[in-house]
């Protein structure tokens, strides 16, 4: 059974980093073809696509938010890590990580809800 | 890169069939048949229903059904159920090999 679960701050201030970790198990970010992306979804609004790495340690990210993030992986740990910087009121959102093996995303986290507020 | 352009809502009666349209370009849904669609429940996590524009991963009912023409992707709900009520977000690949998401189409069953 593959599962994945965010975990990160729920609250963050203005011009602060977030940084989130997705934790996964069932399958191996050594495995071809094999990726874990972030997507985030602000309340009561769709969802917008964030970034993805592939088990090769390539890496994808939003055009508009390139800039502000990094992710990288730890397949001996099992972990991907997100990190935005200089949050702002408007990055207040529940953030997912999904599983993409070339099929979509599939599956999905339970989500972490990240606000931004000081 | 724009969001994939879908419906805000449609309806239907239980027993009908609905489509949900889902509009890109050919840098994304017309150049490549890595279409996707995910059905989000309220305060749930968004579920695959679709990948591969019409493939339908093990367990997903075969009342979905998924296709493309062009520009436009479209995903097929018949014999509309109760339990079909939700949002739904189509996604493709991009030419910039990155993701795009649909801005969500609510169904609502009558």
């Known amino acids: 059974q593959i599962t994945l679960k965010e975990s990160g701050p729920t609250l963050v201030k203005p011009t602060q980093t977030l940084t989130l970790t997705c934790t996964f198990s069932?399958?191996?970010?050594?495995?071809?073809?094999?990726?874990v992306g972030w997507i985030r979804q602000p309340p009561g609004k769709g969802l917008e696509w964030l970034a993805l790495?592939?088990?090769?340690?390539?890496?994808r990210h939003s055009p508009s938010l390139k800039s502000r993030l990094t992710i990288t992986k730890d397949t001996s740990k099992r972990q991907v890590v997100l990190t935005m910087t200089n949050m702002d009121p408007v990055d207040t959102a529940t953030y997912y990580c999904a599983r993409n093996g070339g099929r979509g995303f599939d599956p999905w986290g339970q989500g972490t809800l990240v606000t931004v507020s000081s | 890169q724009s969001a994939l352009t879908q419906p805000a809502s449609v309806s239907g009666s239980p027993g009908q069939s609905i489509t949900i349209s889902c509009t890109g370009t050919?840098?994304?849904?017309?150049?490549?048949?890595?279409v996707s669609w995910y059905q989000q429940h309220p305060g749930k996590a968004p579920k695959l229903m679709i990948y591969d524009v019409s493939d339908r991963p093990s367990g997903v009912s075969n009342r979905f059904s998924g296709s493309k023409s062009g520009n436009t992707a479209s995903l097929t709900i018949s014999g509309l159920q109760a339990e079909d009520e939700a949002d739904y977000y189509c996604?493709?690949?991009?030419?910039?090999?990155?993701?795009?998401f649909g801005g969500g189409t609510k169904l609502t069953v009558l």
């Open positions: 996604s493709s690949y991009t030419r910039s090999n990155t993701w795009v």
């Open positions: 069932g399958f191996s970010l050594s495995t071809t073809g094999v990726g």
């Open positions: 050919s840098s994304d849904v017309g150049g490549y048949n890595f």
């Open positions: 790495i592939y088990w090769d340690d390539d890496e």
